[in-house]
């Protein structure tokens, strides 16, 4: 670990983990992360101006797919400001609201994602009600119960967090707050936070990627029903995109999880990269998969680029 300065337990002040034992090496780590980010945010930006600006991509598809860049914008920035030494300090307050946001924004793209699922299985499955069952009017009652349920359901145990006593170092793991990193600072009784923490984990991401396997098998069969080779591939070509998204989003998620519950003996180096690829991974792929996966937006991005040669 380096050498970080001695910090009074009794502080409402915590400190930022870069990257242990590289301190010197940050004038360089930070210019792969600053153009990642660069990247997340003109892809992301990119994928939401071909659907604001074109009329043939307003389609419910297109609005899950807007709802899940708007998302993916809100990626935690404070790794850039850890390399360039400008911000490794950060308060309790200013920490529990990170958390806040970042635990919720990843339970919104889940909810999105299982919306696009839906989207997928409804196209497939129910073609000709497809545009009777997704209406403009329930896609936006759709988007605002992800919201609610997102944000509303974690307030109980975040709120818990602006009381509990931190006894411990207050060295956190990554370089941004999460819930799970601020209960290891600790003193306190957290049985209820663990546990909340949990259940919420199995009712609503553990729900949500149950949810989408069932879709994928409804669809898979309903595929498979059609006498056509050529119309099946065509079918499941077009749940490639989303298939992938759903990949990039749960693997690291997955991997994040089991660094913290089992990878406690690996160095210092594994948690905070892991941390960084579960924030950083799929709001970076995501707007590339739809990009070159996705007809319509690939066409509209190719034509757009032609046009600014000319």
Same mark, same amino acid.
């Given at each position: 670990?380096?050498?970080?300065?001695?910090?009074?337990?009794?502080?409402?002040?915590?400190?930022?983990?870069?990257?242990?034992?590289?301190?010197?090496? &940050?004038?360089? @780590?930070?210019?792969?992360?600053?153009?990642? /980010?660069?990247?997340?945010?003109?892809?992301?930006?990119?994928?939401? =101006?071909?659907?604001?600006?074109?009329?043939?991509?307003?389609?419910?598809?297109? &609005?899950?797919?807007?709802?899940?860049?708007?998302?993916?914008?809100?990626?935690?920035?404070?790794?850039?400001? %850890?390399?360039?030494?400008?911000?490794?300090?950060?308060?309790?307050?200013?920490?529990?609201?990170?958390?806040?946001?970042? =635990?919720?924004?990843?339970?919104?793209?889940?909810? %999105?994602?299982?919306?696009?699922?839906?989207?997928?299985?409804?196209?497939?499955?129910?073609? #000709?009600?497809?545009?009777?069952? $997704?209406?403009?009017?329930?896609?936006?009652?759709?988007?605002?119960?992800?919201?609610?349920?997102?944000?509303?359901?974690?307030?109980?145990?975040?709120?818990?967090?602006?009381?509990?006593?931190?006894?411990?170092?207050?060295? *956190?793991?990554?370089?941004?707050?999460?819930?799970?990193?601020?209960?290891? *600072?600790?003193?306190?009784?957290?049985?209820?936070?663990?546990? /909340?923490?949990?259940?919420?984990?199995?009712?609503?991401? $553990?729900?949500?990627?149950?949810? @989408? @396997?069932?879709?994928?098998?409804?669809?898979?069969?309903?595929?498979?029903?059609?006498?056509?080779?050529?119309?099946?591939?065509?079918? *499941?070509?077009?749940?490639?995109?989303?298939?992938?998204?759903?990949? %990039?989003? /749960?693997?690291?998620?997955?991997? #994040?999880?089991? %660094?913290?519950?089992?990878?406690?003996? *690996?160095?210092?180096?594994?948690?905070?990269?892991?941390?960084?690829?579960?924030?950083?991974?799929?709001?970076?792929?995501?707007?590339?998969?739809?990009?070159?996966?996705?007809?319509?937006?690939?066409?509209?991005?190719?034509?757009?680029?032609?046009?600014?040669?000319?």
């Amino acid at each position: 670990m380096p050498a970080f300065p001695a910090y009074d337990t009794n502080s409402s002040t915590f400190l930022l983990a870069g990257f242990p034992g590289l301190e010197r090496e &940050y004038p360089w @780590i930070s210019i792969p992360f600053s153009c990642i /980010y660069a990247m997340v945010l003109s892809g992301n930006c990119l994928v939401l =101006h071909v659907i604001w600006t074109e009329p043939s991509l307003h389609e419910p598809m297109f &609005y899950f797919l807007a709802m899940l860049a708007l998302t993916d914008l809100s990626t935690v920035h404070t790794v850039l400001g %850890v390399l360039w030494g400008l911000s490794q300090e950060v308060s309790l307050d200013a920490c529990i609201a990170q958390t806040y946001f970042i =635990h919720g924004l990843s339970l919104t793209e889940s909810g %999105v994602l299982l919306a696009m699922a839906f989207d997928h299985f409804t196209a497939i499955c129910n073609p #000709l009600r497809y545009t009777s069952i $997704l209406t403009s009017a329930r896609i936006m009652k759709i988007g605002l119960g992800i919201l609610v349920r997102s944000f509303l359901f974690i307030i109980a145990p975040i709120i818990r967090l602006k009381f509990f006593r931190y006894c411990r170092s207050h060295i *956190l793991s990554h370089s941004f707050c999460l819930h799970q990193d601020l209960l290891r *600072l600790v003193c306190s009784d957290i049985h209820f936070n663990s546990f /909340y923490a949990l259940a919420l984990v199995i009712c609503i991401l $553990l729900f949500d990627s149950v949810l @989408i @396997i069932v879709s994928y098998i409804l669809i898979l069969y309903s595929v498979l029903a059609i006498a056509s080779r050529e119309e099946q591939l065509k079918s *499941l070509q077009t749940c490639v995109s989303h298939i992938c998204a759903v990949l %990039v989003f /749960y693997i690291p998620i997955i991997g #994040l999880t089991m %660094v913290h519950r089992f990878g406690k003996h *690996l160095s210092p180096v594994v948690h905070v990269l892991m941390g960084n690829i579960y924030i950083i991974f799929p709001p970076l792929m995501n707007p590339i998969i739809y990009s070159v996966k996705t007809q319509q937006i690939r066409g509209r991005i190719q034509k757009w680029f032609s046009m600014k040669r000319e």
